[in-house]
């Protein structure tokens, strides 16, 4: 992965970042849809009269608890801080002694990782073919957006509401729809408030 | 021999190969291979104005090449019109589309404008599919046979050939007067730095915006062209993701932000993908995509300028050794 990026890292601009998009695992996987079997995760709890499946339960609470962490990495530690400055003025933070590149692998590396978590996470509760992830990667920067870029409190509040909004609207107009209404969300969100809800930009 | 004469001379051989080529290789796979070849170059060149040219890297250009490719199939289906009238109509659509995206997106730095794109592109591609007015999932089918010769349904590959030449000459014609006025420097100086180009007066969102209303009505008559040829489009013919990306793919292994560019790019992907598609066959279908894949890293890796760039400087290297 380190490599990628600094294979991407040459064009220096960031516009060009979603040269990403090329490489798609079919090959690797074939095109079926695989899901895990049965486990211990499968069932249901009665959590106050309302049933939840357990593999969700986990999913949010473990997505929860890594979302506060990684808030908390970024916003009270050296790391994190080196890892701002970096994205507020590669050249001072560089004078200031913080190396950009490792700074910027570290963070590629920590959101591939989130990423990678999430998917194992996801993997335990829906089935699961080489292309889902891309519908999966706008969606999270439909969310990023709405939560406001470089907040990860905003982003989880976001994440909540697209789910909902997605849950809510597969539910009244269909399952096609769901991510129709996201998309239009996100353009609207570009004219109305593009800073997002907890952005400064 | 020296710099303007030779230059001249190569776009001379261009052209005469390109005319001449239907001739040479008078096959029908051959011709197939040339007017998709054309076909790409031109969508490849339309995308190069705003995604070279200006840098503003659209992934989503396949919305315009789909509101291209439905409009005159549409007044075909509804009214019984020759599908060339629905052109003017694709590209008002595609302007308006252009219009709304851009208005917002070109207020922003980041990656907004990419991904708002792709998000309107996937919600157009996704909403055509459930849509029965537009024929959801099944698509649009044109005239089976030409009532006269104004339905543009011909059953040779000759006739499309030296149309989507015309198209492509008229659209280099048209890159290469922006590249010459005070607009070309424009939007030169905006892809080399957005906040020295303000500084020093230049309009920064409407020349963008300019450049990515004049993308699009070119893109869009990229997709009607492709539509009056194939006379069939479905939503993942029109809208689908990887005709945006072989755009990007095509000007970027040419050379984005050139006037050759994807012309060199088209030349060189279309002959491979149809060779890849003859060798392989069904059992290659996923074969594209990485093909794909590996044409990015390697232009990421290795030359971010793409190819016309690296000859470039080849030649430069070469006058340098012999002349100097």
């Not at chain 2, 984005?256 to 994807?262: E, I």
Request: aromatic share 14%; net charge positive; charged share 10%.
């Amino acid at each position: 992965m380190s490599f990628a990026v600094r294979c991407l890292r040459r064009f220096s601009r960031p516009s060009d970042l979603h040269y990403c998009f090329a490489i798609r695992p079919f090959y690797i996987f074939s095109a079926n849809f695989v899901s895990l079997p049965q486990t211990w995760l499968a069932g249901t709890v009665n959590f106050a009269g309302v049933y939840l499946p357990v593999a969700q339960l986990v999913g949010g609470v473990i997505a929860i608890a890594l979302t506060v962490a990684l808030h908390i990495l970024l916003t009270h530690s050296t790391i994190g801080s080196r890892l701002l400055a970096v994205a507020e003025d590669r050249a001072a933070a560089m004078l200031m002694g913080i190396r950009p590149d490792r700074m910027q692998m570290l963070a590629w590396g920590l959101s591939a990782g989130a990423a990678g978590i999430a998917g194992a996470l996801m993997a335990t509760a829906y089935p699961w073919s080489p292309s889902v992830g891309e519908t999966f990667g706008l969606i999270a920067f439909v969310v990023v957006a709405l939560g406001g870029f470089g907040s990860v409190l905003g982003s989880l509040y976001a994440g909540l509401i697209i789910g909902l909004i997605q849950a809510v609207s597969a539910f009244w107009l269909g399952a096609i729809y769901k991510d129709i209404v996201v998309y239009g969300l996100f353009v609207a969100l570009l004219w109305f408030r593009p800073q997002g809800l907890m952005g400064k930009a | 021999m020296n710099k303007a004469l030779g230059s001249r001379l190569a776009v001379v051989l261009l052209a005469a190969g390109l005319l001449l080529y239907p001739m040479v290789l008078s096959g029908a796979f051959y011709r197939d291979i040339g007017v998709t070849f054309l076909l790409a170059a031109i969508s490849a060149s339309a995308w190069n104005i705003v995604g070279g040219y200006a840098g503003q890297v659209s992934v989503g250009h396949s919305m315009f090449f789909g509101l291209g490719a439905y409009t005159p199939l549409m007044f075909y289906t509804l009214w019984g019109w020759p599908p060339i009238t629905g052109i003017p109509a694709g590209i008002a659509l595609a302007i308006g589309l252009s219009l709304i995206i851009g208005t917002p997106t070109f207020r922003l730095t980041g990656h907004y404008f990419s991904m708002a794109t792709i998000a309107v592109a996937e919600l157009i591609r996704i909403f055509t599919g459930t849509w029965d007015f537009v024929g959801a999932a099944i698509g649009l089918q044109g005239p089976a046979i030409a009532r006269g010769w104004w339905d543009l349904t011909f059953r040779s590959e000759l006739p499309y050939y030296y149309l989507f030449l015309a198209v492509l000459v008229t659209l280099l014609a048209v890159t290469t007067f922006i590249e010459r006025r005070r607009f070309g420097f424009y939007l030169r100086a905006i892809k080399a730095s957005e906040r020295a180009a303000r500084s020093l007066g230049v309009p920064v969102r409407r020349t963008k915006m300019q450049a990515l209303v004049l993308s699009a009505a070119f893109t869009s008559v990229a997709g009607s062209l492709y539509v009056i040829k194939t006379g069939f489009i479905d939503p993942d013919g029109g809208f689908g993701i990887l005709i945006s990306v072989q755009m990007v793919i095509i000007a970027a292994l040419g050379g984005a932000g050139t006037l050759f560019g994807p012309l060199v790019g088209a030349l060189i992907l279309i002959p491979l993908q149809s060779a890849t598609n003859t060798w392989f066959g069904a059992d290659g279908s996923g074969l594209t995509y990485i093909l794909y894949g590996g044409i990015i890293v390697l232009i990421a890796r290795f030359e971010p300028g793409g190819l016309f760039d690296l000859w470039q400087r080849a030649r430069n290297s070469f006058r340098k050794r012999f002349h100097a």
